[in-house]
T-cell receptor, first 115, second 112 residues
Framework: EPEVTQTPSHQVTQMGQEVILRCVPISNHLYFYWYRQILGQKVEFLVSFYNNEISEKSEIFDDQFSVERPDGSNFTLKIRSTKLEDSAMYFC?????????????FGPGTRLTVL | QQPVQSPQAVILREGEDAVINCSSSKALYSVHWYRQKHGEAPVFLMILLKGGEQKGHEKISASFNEKKQQSSLYLTASQLSYSGTYFCGTGSPNFGNEKLTFGTGTRLTIIP
């Protein structure tokens, strides 16, 4: 069964550094998402992406964040200057189409630790 | 605003039943249920739509009460593998590209 994959599984970085988190959505999916989960808390929406542009973003997704689909398979989340509070698990999700019964399938996540 | 889940945590013996509730302060259009095991990605369990459509795993059942703005997930004859944190995610009217707003989760522990 096709899966969403994410790399790396764990990223450790120094405060102020740039990080890029990578995702390969399920191949025939059209809608892509990033969520994050701070340890022990709920999953929070960051951004949705369709047709090569951002559809919606949350208040968390400020100017330090950007997303890109550089080719036909990868979907990336960049954090330009990481802060301590960016430490979290970041999940990528994809959805096939705008069918009412289609849901989002999540990748295994990247654990980001900012020191 | 995030949906509210209850209970926050529950411990069951294998074979017992559980009900997890998800309440929204806003109108419900869709509810998506996921289970997450520690350190893993949320795994899709069920989707329920306003109007009655639903899709999910055979052994999972759930209800959608539009009037009460509430959904409930029913786990019967629980197995050890059911342990994990259950999240409900509520969708928006924009089915085309909806974000999910997740509740705070219900931690379910099944003991032998």
């Amino acid at each position: 069964e096709p899966e969403v994959t994410q790399t790396p599984s764990h990223q450790v970085t120094q405060m102020g550094q740039e990080v890029i988190l990578r995702c390969v959505p399920i191949s025939n999916h059209l809608y892509f998402y990033w969520y994050r989960q701070i340890l022990g808390q709920k999953v929070e929406f960051l951004v949705s992406f369709y047709n090569n542009e951002i559809s919606e973003k949350s208040e968390i997704f400020d100017d330090q964040f950007s997303v890109e689909r550089p080719d036909g398979s990868n979907f990336t989340l960049k954090i330009r200057s990481t802060k301590l509070e960016d430490s979290a698990m970041y999940f990528c999700a994809s959805r096939k189409q705008a069918n009412r019964l289609d849901t989002q399938y999540f990748g295994p996540g990247t654990r980001l630790t900012v020191l | 605003q995030q949906p509210v889940q209850s209970p926050q945590a529950v411990i069951l013996r294998e074979g017992e039943d559980a009900v997890i509730n998800c309440s929204s302060s806003k109108a419900l259009y869709s509810v998506h249920w996921y289970r997450q095991k520690h350190g893993e990605a949320p795994v899709f369990l069920m989707i329920l739509l306003k109007g009655g459509e639903q899709k999910g795993h055979e052994k999972i059942s759930a209800s959608f009460n539009e009037k009460k703005q509430q959904s409930s997930l029913y786990l019967t004859a629980s197995q050890l593998s059911y342990s994990g944190t259950y999240f409900c995610g509520t969708g928006s009217p924009n089915f085309g590209n909806e974000k999910l707003t997740f509740g705070t989760g219900t931690r379910l522990t099944i003991i032998p």
